[in-house]
């Protein structure tokens, strides 16, 4: 088993540019989850999805999209890149509350 | 709405050491807690949980945790400190109800020193 996989490891983009962050999960889990860590703040909540077909907005919504795919697939999309989102974008699932991590995407926005 | 405060921010430890991290948090109903650990550059890793029960759980790596619902904590303890314990440290509250949302606190990082 994987677990939780995520793709890019890095990613440096000018502002402006779009890009999709992807992740995917063998562990047959309902939920999935995206979270931005940024120094002193913890994780903090993007979107999440309940189940296949459905996705809620978090903490931290502004200026991300979500696909939930298939139940195996979350897909976070920034439409138009901002330094704001400079960060480390992390992608867990869940079946009950204990939840899963990806090793992370670390974004740049210059 | 639910939080977690992690009040240190950096702690220091030598190795052999015992160590207590504390984590508070607000929630009005029983909580679900949790703490994880980050090695730099790592995913998020779950050490233990606490659902329910016994308030003292057991988890990897040779940490515990005692849940005090009078106070409001979960801290996590191990009695004696790797240097490979060095890492960022996350305790959690679940929130019931759809998606199984979890809070993180802001985190503490342990250094551990030979």
């Known amino acids: 088993n994987a677990g939780v996989t995520q793709t890019p490891k890095f990613q440096v983009l000018k502002t402006g540019q779009s890009m999709t962050l992807q992740c995917a999960q063998d562990?047959?889990?309902?939920?999935m989850y995206w979270y931005r860590q940024d120094p002193g703040m913890g994780l903090r909540l993007i979107y999440y999805s309940a189940s296949e077909g459905t996705t809620d907005k978090g903490e931290v919504p502004n200026g991300y999209n979500v696909s939930r795919l298939n139940k195996r697939e979350f897909s976070l999309r920034l439409e138009s890149a901002a330094p704001s989102q400079t960060s480390v974008y992390f992608c867990a699932s869940s079946e009950a509350f204990e939840q899963y991590f990806g090793p992370g995407t670390r974004l740049t926005v210059t | 709405a639910q939080s977690v405060t992690q009040p240190d921010i950096h702690i220091t430890v030598s190795e052999g050491a015992s160590l207590e991290l504390r984590c508070n948090y607000s929630?009005?109903?029983?909580?679900?807690l949790f703490w994880y650990v980050q090695s730099p550059g790592q995913g998020l890793q779950l050490l233990l949980k606490y659902f329910s029960g016994d308030t003292l759980v057991q988890g990897i790596k040779g940490f515990e945790a005692e849940f005090k619902r009078s106070q409001s904590s979960f801290n996590l303890r191990k009695p004696s400190v790797h240097w490979s314990d060095a890492a960022e440290y996350f305790c959690a509250v679940g929130k019931t109800g759809t998606a199984s949302k979890l809070t993180f606190g802001t985190g503490t990082r342990l250094q551990v020193t030979l």
């Open positions: 929630y009005g109903a029983t909580p679900y």
């Open positions: 562990m047959n889990h309902n939920s």
